[in-house]
């Protein structure tokens, strides 16, 4: 639990050990979040996610592992970014699957808008990453659009299989059903 949610928060309060900070956006069910931790020891996981009864469940799955290094934060993914994280302190950011408010008069509430990237930008270490997934194709679209025009991140390619990587429950269960999933790697410069 964050001491004060009205500043950012210290270095030190999320891990008191001094290891590089990933961290998973609307973790879900902690599919991704795990994985990754069990196969980074080396590396601190900071699972942020809103829904109560997610929050629990991959709390209790962390500690039956054993995993040391996550952390679960029940919070709105762009407060905790805008708000919360420390500046400089995140060498990658995941944002994989989120809702796309297909709806014209939704898109308003996305995610990903040139507000938020300012904040990622914010929060990545200098050669940080952001990477961000989504099966939606006109949500791609327009996140390619708003990348491509944002000046404080640099495009990397990212083809599957390149680096481990693994699925979340939503990617799984889209791929079920024949969507492909498309892919967005991001640099903060430095």
Request: with cysteine.
């Amino acid at each position: 639990m964050p001491a004060d949610y009205f500043r950012r928060a210290g270095r030190g309060e999320i891990f008191d050990r001094g290891a590089p900070l990933e961290v998973d956006l609307g973790c879900g069910d902690g599919s991704f979040l795990l994985a990754m931790a069990e196969h980074f020891p080396e590396r601190n996981f900071l699972g942020v996610e809103r829904l109560l009864g997610r929050v629990r469940k991959v709390c209790k799955r962390a500690t039956r592992l054993g995993l040391e290094n996550v952390r679960l934060l029940r919070l709105e993914s762009r407060y905790t970014v805008e708000w919360l994280l420390p500046e400089a302190s995140v060498s990658r950011l995941h944002l994989l699957c989120p809702d796309p408010w297909p709806k014209a008069r939704h898109h308003r509430r996305r995610l990903f808008q040139p507000e938020f990237l300012d904040a990622v930008v914010q929060v990545l270490e200098p050669g940080g990453e952001f990477l961000f997934m989504t099966d939606h194709p006109e949500y791609f679209e327009w996140s390619d659009e708003i990348a491509g025009s944002y000046p404080g991140l640099e495009r990397l390619p990212w083809q599957e299989g390149a680096f481990f990587y693994p699925k979340t429950d939503f990617q799984r269960q889209w791929e079920a059903e024949g969507k492909s999933m498309h892919r967005l790697r991001l640099r903060r410069p430095g």
